[in-house]
């Protein structure tokens, strides 16, 4: 490593690790800290019930209401956001975000191994 050097979180931009001069022109390098990796990895109450729904998991009040959330309009999306953010922002993602279903997937079953 350069003799000058600082690795800072590209997620929450903390210094992770740096040398101990006063440098001023130390070699920056961005990583990310295991608190934000452990972060990555927690999936909300949200995304775990959204991910049993497809899985077919859930009892009848959460089957029917990711049913509902999946074709209702923008005008009902929003107003079911303001009771259930996590489960509507979950079926948001899965609808918008590529690579979002199977990165949830992997997520949920490290969530089961905890």
């Not at 210094?15 to 295991?34: D, F, G, L």
């Not at 009040?61 to 489960?87: C, Q, W």
Request: charged content about 30%; hydrophobic content about 35%; glycine content about 4%.
């Amino acid at each position: 490593m350069h003799s000058h050097f600082r690795k800072i979180c590209s997620e929450c931009d903390k210094v992770i690790e740096q040398c101990r001069c006063m440098a001023a022109n130390k070699t920056i390098t961005y990583v990310i800290c295991e608190d934000c990796k452990a972060k990555k990895l927690l999936i909300n109450k949200g995304e775990k019930l959204f991910v049993e729904f497809q899985l077919g998991m859930n009892g009848s009040f959460y089957t029917s209401f990711f049913r509902a959330a999946m074709v209702v309009d923008t005008i009902n999306s929003h107003k079911l956001y303001e009771g259930f953010p996590e489960e509507i922002e979950a079926v948001r993602k899965f609808k918008n975000e590529d690579g979002y279903w199977e990165e949830l997937q992997e997520r949920y079953n490290i969530s089961l191994k905890a």
